[in-house]
C-alpha cells in the first residue's frame, strides 16, 4: 500500500480519539501523494469533511464533500455529510436536495430520516409562499403607491419590487395588475427616494424583456424621463439613466447586437469567417432611438439641467452612438447641431459660470468628440466633423470679446485630447498659435493656465509640434517659476514632455544632462506632499509618464516610496481620467513596452546610411529590471494594479496586462500575484481587452499555473475558468514559449480532477494539444506529450483514443524516441491506457511494438523501467494471444533479468515484472525454471539500445561578471534551453533562438507513413491538428532569461516546480496501470 494509504489510516486513528486537527494534516498530506487514486481521494475528502464537520467548519465541509462527489457520483456519505454542512449553514434548499438524492441512492439509510422530518416541512412552507406571490405583490403596491404611507416603508416595498421583478412571474405579474401605471405615477411626486424607486423598478422591468421593455417605452413619456433627469438628485439622475439604457438595450435590440458582435470577434479569433451581425430594429423602434438621441443632444448645453446630468448624457451617447457596439448613429449626429453643443461644453470656463459644469464634463465632451470622430467611415463625413469644428472657432476667434477666444483655445486643447488630427489642424489656423503665446505670456493667471495646458497638450507628438516647442520652452521656463503651484506644474508637464522626446536612447538628450532628473524630482516633491489638491498630484503623474523613460529616473522614482505610494492612490480614486497616466508610469518603470529588436547588421546598416541608431541604457538591462520590479511589488503596486483593472479603457487594460506579465516572469513574485488578487483580475482582463492585451493577460497566468499548485492559484470556480485562455495560447500565431508554458499549466491543471479535463475537453482543448505533439521543437512536443498523458486518465479521452485513428500509435513510436522526458511521459501515458481492452489491442497493431517494449524495458532509467514493467504486466493480463506473443519474445528474458536486480531502486520494478511472469504462469504459458537468465547489460548489448539524451537546463546558471569574457545574453541563454548540443543554422539561432529537431520530426514522420502504408492502421493518420500546422516555433523571441527558468524547473510535468506534481509525472502505481 502506499504512503497515502498510511497517512489516512493514521488520520482515521486521529479521528477516532478526537484529535481532528492532527487528522486534518495527515488527510492533508495524503492528498498530496501524486500517486493516490480518485477512489482514495474522495475517501480522504470525504474523512476530511467529518472533521470540518467536529470542528464546526461547515463550509469547508461543504467544500470537501462536493470534492468527493466529482470524483465519485452520488456517494452516500459524502451526500449525508454535505446535507448536514448545509443545514448547519442554514442552506435549507440545498440540504433538502441532498436529503432527496441520498434516499433514492441508499433508500434504507435510517440516518438521513430525521433530516427529511425536518427539513421537508420547511420546503412545503417555502412552496406555499411561492404560490401566494399574487397577494406579495398586491402587498407590496398598497405599500409603494400610498402617499399617506411612512417613506421608509414606501421605500421599503419599492426594494421588494425590484427583487420580484427580477424574477419573470414577478415581473409579469407586477405588469398585469396595473404596476406600470402607478410606477409612471409614482414618477410625478416629488419625494426623491420614491422617485428613484419608480426608475429602478422600471428598469428592472425593462431588463431581459423585449415585450416588457416594449410595454414601458410605450407607457413611457420620454419628455418626463428627461425632465426626470436633468433636475434631480446626482441618484436621480443615475436612475434615470439607467433605465434609459435598459430600454435602449431590450426595447431597440441592442443587447442581441451586442451578443453577435461578441460571437463574431471569437469566431474570428479562431480563424473562422464570419458575417458581421445586423441591427434588426424595425420603423417605431428606430423612431424612439431617434427621439432618445435628440433630446439626450438638447441636455448638452442646456442651463437648465445640473451637471451630473449634462455628464450622464454625454456618457449615454458615447456608449450607444457607435456601430460597432452601438446603434449607428454617428452619421445622423452630424446632421444634428451636437457637435457644437459639445464643443460648447468642451470649451465652457467654470470660472465664468456661464453653464454648470463637472470636473470631468469637458473630458467627457472630448471623449464623446473622440468617439463620434473615430466612428465616421468615410473622409465625407470626417471632413464634415473638421468643417463643423473650425467654423465655431471661427466664430469664437472674430469676436471681439477676449472671453470667447479664452473658450476657443480650450476647445482646442480639449480636440488634442480627444480627435487629435482634428485638434492640430486647428492649432494650423492663421493666428492661432500666437494669440496661445500671448495668453501664455500675458500677467493673466487664468488665461497663462488656459494657454499653457493647450501647449502642453499639443507636444504630445514630436513631429508635429517641434515649431511650437521652440517658441514655448522660454515661456514654460517662465511659468515654472510661478507662485501658482496648478500653474507651476502644467508648465512642469510641457517640460516633462520635452525632455522626454528621446524616449530610452541615451544618445539623443534634447535638453542638458541632469535636467530630466530635476525635473522628476519636482514632479516627486508634488507628489509627496499628500495635502497638495488632487488635480495638482495628477499634473506630476502625468509629467513622470514621460520622464520615467529615462533610466535615471526610473531607478531614482523606485527608490521613492512616498511618490510612489502617492501614485498608487492616485490610482486606486474613482476618477478614472487619472489611471492612464498612472498606468503609463508602471509600464515604463517595469520596461514592459515594446521596443524594437536591433540586430547588429541592422544597426551597421543605419550607420552606413547616416541614419540614428537608439542606444540602450545601462540600467535597462534586464538584471536592472528585475531590481525595480521587486521593489515596486514591495511597495504595493499589486494592490494598485488590481484596483484599476475594473478600468474600461482598452489601450489602459493592455498596459495593465504588461505590467503583471513584467511581474509573472519574476518566479518568486508569484505566490504574491494569487495572495494579492492578481488572478481573479487577470482573468476579468482576458475579456474586453485588446488582442495583444489578452494574449498578455493569459500568458501571465500560464506562468502562474506552471509553478504553483493549481488548488491554491485557482481555487474554486477560476480552475475552470483559466482553461479557455490557457487554451488560447496554444493558437499557430503564438509564440513557442506561450505555446510551451501553455501545454505546462494545462498539465498541472488536468492532474487535478476529472471536472476540469471535462473542461478542457469541452473548450477544444484536445485537438490543440495534439497539435503540439507534432510540433518541431522537441520541449513543446514532449510538453505536449506529458499533458495528453494526464488528459487520459480521462475515460472519454481514452474512449477517443479507442477509436478509428492514430494516435496510439503515435504513443508507442514516441516511447523509442532519444528524449528522455519523450520517452519518460509517453511509457506513462502507455502503461496507463494498457488497462483499457481497446487500446491494448491497438498498442500491439503497431509495427515493431515488441522491440520498442523490449527497448525501454532494458533501458537504464529506472522511471522508465518501472512504466515498461507495469505495461507488460497490464498487456499479459488483457489476453492470452497478447501474452503469448510476449513470451515468444526476448521480453521473457529480459523480465527474468530484471527479477535478479539487486538494489532498492529496483524493489518496485522487480514486483512489476514477477507480477507479469506470473500472469504468463497463469496462461500456461511457461513454467517455473531455474535457468540463469543473462544480465540486463548483456541484453541492452544485444539488443544495441542507445542511452536517452536528457536535455536540461542549470537552474544555477548565471550571466558572468566579467566584462571582458564571452557574456551569455539572454538569447543565448534561451538558445540552451531550447537546444542541447546539436548545432543549427546560424541565422535560424540569431533570430529565433530554438533548435529545428528535423531529422527527430522525421524518423517518426517516416515510421507513421510506414504504418499507413502497412495497411495495419487503415489508412491516413486520424490525429486532429495534422501536419503542417506549425511551420516555425517561436519560443526564443522572449529575451528575459527567466522563462527558461520555467522551462527547466517545470518540464518534467511541474514536478520539480513547486506544484502539486501531475500524475503520469511520478512513478504509477500499481493501482494506476493495472486494472
Request: glycine share 6%; hydrophobic share 40%.
Amino acid at each position: 500500500m502506499g504512503e497515502s494509504h498510511t497517512l489516512k489510516e493514521e488520520g482515521n486513528n486521529h479521528f477516532k480519539t478526537g484529535q481532528y486537527k492532527e487528522a486534518l494534516k495527515c488527510y492533508k498530506q495524503a492528498l498530496g501523494d501524486a500517486s493516490i487514486t480518485d477512489n482514495e481521494k474522495a475517501v480522504i475528502y470525504k474523512n476530511r469533511a467529518a472533521c470540518y464537520l467536529k470542528l464546526n467548519d461547515n463550509q469547508a465541509a461543504v467544500d470537501d464533500c462536493t470534492a468527493s462527489l466529482l470524483l465519485v457520483e452520488n456517494d452516500p456519505k459524502a451526500l449525508f455529510r454535505r446535507c448536514q454542512a448545509y443545514d448547519a449553514l442554514g442552506k435549507v434548499e440545498e440540504a433538502y436536495k441532498d436529503v432527496m438524492t441520498l434516499m433514492k441512492v441508499d433508500p434504507k439509510n435510517t440516518a438521513i430520516v430525521p433530516y427529511y422530518q425536518k427539513l421537508h416541512p420547511i420546503i412545503q412552507e417555502k412552496a406555499k409562499q411561492q404560490n401566494s406571490l399574487p397577494s406579495k405583490v398586491s402587498q407590496m403596491f398598497n405599500l409603494a403607491f400610498d402617499p399617506s404611507v411612512e417613506l421608509d416603508k414606501r421605500t421599503q416595498a419599492f426594494n421588494n419590487l425590484i427583487v420580484l421583478s427580477r424574477d419573470d412571474a414577478g415581473a409579469n405579474l407586477i405588469c398585469q395588475q396595473g404596476g406600470m401605471e402607478h410606477l409612471l405615477e409614482a414618477m410625478k411626486e416629488k419625494q426623491e427616494d420614491v422617485i428613484i424607486g419608480a426608475l429602478r423598478v422600471l428598469a428592472s422591468l425593462a431588463r431581459n424583456s423585449k415585450k416588457r421593455a416594449t410595454a414601458v417605452a410605450s407607457a413611457l413619456d420620454l419628455n418626463i424621463l428627461i425632465s426626470v433627469h436633468g433636475q434631480g438628485t446626482k441618484e436621480v439622475t443615475s436612475a434615470a439613466g439607467h433605465l434609459l439604457q435598459m430600454l435602449l438595450d431590450w426595447y431597440a435590440g441592442l443587447q442581441d447586437y451586442r451578443a453577435g458582435v461578441k460571437h463574431v470577434e471569437e469566431e474570428k479569433k479562431k480563424g473562422e469567417r464570419v458575417r458581421w451581425p445586423k441591427l434588426q430594429i424595425d420603423e417605431d423602434e428606430q423612431k424612439f432611438v431617434d427621439q432618445v438621441f435628440s433630446v439626450l443632444i438638447k441636455v448638452f448645453d442646456s442651463s437648465k439641467v445640473t451637471p451630473e446630468a449634462r455628464d450622464s448624457a454625454m456618457q449615454l451617447v458615447m456608449k450607444n452612438v457607435t456601430y460597432k457596439t452601438g446603434l449607428s448613429w454617428s452619421g445622423k449626429f452630424l446632421d444634428t447641431d451636437g457637435i457644437e453643443r459639445l464643443l460648447t461644453v468642451a470649451g465652457t470656463q467654470k470660472l465664468y459660470k456661464t453653464l454648470t459644469i463637472t470636473d470631468m464634463s469637458r473630458m467627457h465632451a472630448s471623449a464623446a468628440l473622440s468617439t463620434i470622430y473615430e466612428d465616421l467611415v468615410s473622409d465625407k463625413q470626417r471632413d464634415k466633423f473638421k468643417d463643423k469644428c473650425c467654423n465655431f472657432l471661427k466664430d469664437l476667434f472674430g469676436d471681439k470679446n477676449v472671453d470667447s477666444k479664452i473658450e476657443a483655445i480650450e476647445i482646442i486643447s480639449s480636440l488634442l485630447q480627444g480627435p487629435y488630427d482634428v485638434g492640430t489642424m486647428l492649432l494650423g489656423m492663421e493666428g492661432v498659435v500666437q494669440i496661445m503665446l500671448t495668453m501664455a505670456a500675458s500677467d493673466n493667471t487664468h488665461y497663462q493656465r488656459v494657454a499653457v495646458e493647450a501647449i502642453v497638450h499639443s507636444a504630445s507628438k514630436k513631429d508635429r509640434c517641434t515649431g511650437i516647442l521652440k517658441d514655448a520652452v522660454p515661456i514654460l521656463k517662465k511659468l515654472y517659476q510661478s507662485a501658482d503651484d496648478s500653474l507651476k506644474v502644467r508648465a512642469l508637464v510641457g517640460l516633462c514632455k520635452l525632455g522626454s522626446f528621446s524616449g530610452g536612447d541615451v544618445s539623443e538628450q534634447p535638453m542638458a544632462d541632469g535636467s530630466t532628473l530635476y525635473l522628476s524630482k519636482i514632479c516627486r516633491k508634488f507628489l509627496a506632499n499628500t495635502t497638495k489638491d488632487c488635480d495638482l498630484r495628477k499634473w506630476a503623474t502625468e509629467g513622470l509618464a514621460y520622464l520615467t523613460l529615462d533610466a535615471e529616473v526610473k531607478e531614482e522614482l523606485v527608490e521613492d516610496t512616498t511618490a510612489l505610494q502617492s501614485i498608487f492612490e492616485l490610482a486606486k480614486m474613482p476618477e478614472r481620467n487619472m489611471t492612464y497616466a498612472c498606468v503609463t508610469v508602471l509600464v515604463n518603470l517595469t520596461n514592459s513596452y515594446d521596443t524594437a529588436d536591433i540586430t547588429p547588421e541592422m544597426a551597421e546598416l543605419a550607420r552606413f546610411a547616416k541614419q540614428h541608431v537608439p542606444e540602450e541604457h545601462e540600467k535597462d538591462k534586464h538584471e536592472w529590471v528585475i531590481e525595480r520590479i521587486l521593489k515596486l511589488a514591495k511597495a504595493g503596486m499589486v494592490n494598485a494594479l488590481v484596483a484599476l483593472s475594473s478600468t474600461e479603457s482598452k489601450n489602459s487594460r493592455e498596459c495593465l496586462c504588461r505590467i503583471f506579465m513584467a511581474m509573472a516572469t519574476v518566479d518568486s513574485l508569484r505566490g504574491l500575484l494569487v495572495q494579492q488578487g492578481a488572478v481573479k483580475a487577470l482573468l476579468q482582463l482576458v475579456e474586453n481587452n485588446t488582442d495583444n492585451g489578452s494574449v498578455l493577460a493569459a500568458h501571465a497566468l500560464a506562468k502562474i499555473a506552471v509553478t504553483l499548485d493549481p488548488a491554491t492559484a485557482f481555487p474554486g470556480q477560476r480552475v475552470y475558468e483559466v482553461v479557455r485562455p490557457l487554451i488560447s495560447l496554444l493558437h499557430n500565431d503564438r509564440s513557442g514559449l506561450q505555446n510551451f508554458e501553455a501545454l505546462l499549466s494545462l498539465t498541472n491543471l488536468a492532474s487535478t480532477h476529472e471536472s476540469v479535463r471535462q473542461r478542457i475537453l469541452s473548450d477544444s482543448g484536445l485537438s490543440a494539444i495534439e497539435r503540439c505533439m507534432f510540433e518541431d521543437h522537441e520541449m513543446i512536443r514532449r510538453a505536449a506529450t506529458e499533458c495528453m498523458c494526464n488528459m487520459l486518465m480521462s475515460e472519454k479521452v481514452q474512449e477517443m483514443f479507442a477509436g478509428d485513428n492514430d494516435r496510439v500509435k503515435m504513443l508507442v513510436l514516441y516511447a523509442a524516441e532519444e528524449d528522455f522526458h519523450l520517452v519518460r511521459a509517453a511509457t506513462g501515458g502507455l502503461a496507463f491506457i494498457s488497462a483499457n481492452h481497446k487500446l491494448c489491442d491497438k498498442i500491439t497493431q503497431v509495427n515493431q511494438w515488441l522491440d520498442i517494449i523490449q527497448q525501454i524495458l532494458v533501458t537504464e532509467n529506472t522511471e522508465i523501467q518501472h512504466r515498461a514493467c507495469h505495461l507488460v504486466m497490464n498487456l499479459m493480463a488483457d489476453s492470452k494471444d497478447i501474452a503469448t506473443k510476449l513470451v515468444q519474445s526476448q521480453v521473457l528474458e529480459i523480465l527474468m533479468a530484471i527479477t535478479k536486480l539487486e538494489g532498492p531502486q529496483y524493489v518496485e520494478i522487480r514486483k512489476c515484472a514477477q507480477a507479469a511472469l506470473d500472469l504468463a504462469k497463469d496462461h500456461g504459458l511457461i513454467k517455473p525454471f531455474g535457468a540463469q537468465a543473462c544480465s540486463l547489460e548483456q541484453l541492452r548489448e544485444a539488443l544495441q539500445v542507445k542511452p536517452l539524451t536528457i536535455t536540461e537546463i542549470d537552474e544555477n546558471e548565471e550571466e558572468g561578471d566579467d566584462e571582458d569574457a564571452d557574456k551569455e545574453t539572454s538569447e543565448e541563454q534561451t538558445k540552451k534551453a531550447y537546444s542541447a548540443e546539436e548545432e543549427e543554422d546560424e541565422e535560424f539561432r540569431e533570430e529565433m533562438g530554438l533548435t529545428d529537431d528535423k531529422e527527430e520530426t522525421s524518423d517518426v514522420s517516416d515510421r507513421l507513413k510506414g504504418e499507413s502504408e502497412d495497411g495495419r492502421e487503415g489508412g491516413e493518420d486520424g490525429r486532429e491538428g495534422g501536419e503542417g500546422s506549425a511551420a516555425e516555433v517561436k519560443a526564443g523571441e522572449e529575451k528575459a532569461a527567466e522563462p527558461q527558468k520555467d522551462s527547466s524547473s517545470s518540464s518534467s510535468v511541474g514536478k520539480e516546480s513547486g506544484s502539486e506534481p501531475a500524475k503520469e509525472d511520478s512513478k504509477p502505481s500499481e493501482n494506476a496501470a493495472a486494472t
